[in-house]
Nanobody
């Protein structure tokens, strides 16, 4: 199991930007597809974006298309989520996680026993 640490969250006003980072403990991270997820208290965790192990295949949920960009740095075994034009409904704890391909990453919130890190809090408020 690859150990992941999320960072970069904070409080911003609507329309602002944040860049989240997900750094892995080992280079094997590069052999997995990676995803960003978010969860609001009382609601299910949902996938926000996912990127394949090659960096070519990707997925974005409809509500973030055109505003969020997922990327990865193989040298740093890290992934990022650039979030622009943030909205109050983007407020959540954000997590990253990995699996073999984008489709499996998208199903992680529904897999019993999936391990999650601490996440990073994003708050969008005026």
């Amino acid at each position: 199991q690859v150990s992941l640490v999320e960072s970069g969250g904070g409080m911003v006003q609507p329309g602002g930007s944040l860049r989240l980072s997900c750094v892995a403990s080992e280079r094997t991270f590069n052999f997995y597809a990676v995803g960003w997820f978010r969860q609001v208290p009382g609601k299910e965790r949902e996938v926000v974006a996912a990127l394949s192990k090659t960096g070519i295949g990707w997925y974005y949920r409809d509500s973030v298309k055109g505003r969020f960009t997922i990327s990865r740095d193989f040298d740093k075994h890290a992934a990022y989520l650039q979030m622009d034009n943030l909205k109050p409904e983007d407020t959540a704890v954000y997590y990253c996680n990995v699996d073999n391909d984008v489709d499996k990453v998208r199903r992680l919130p529904y897999n019993f026993g999936t391990s999650w890190g601490q996440g990073t809090q994003v708050t969008v408020s005026s």
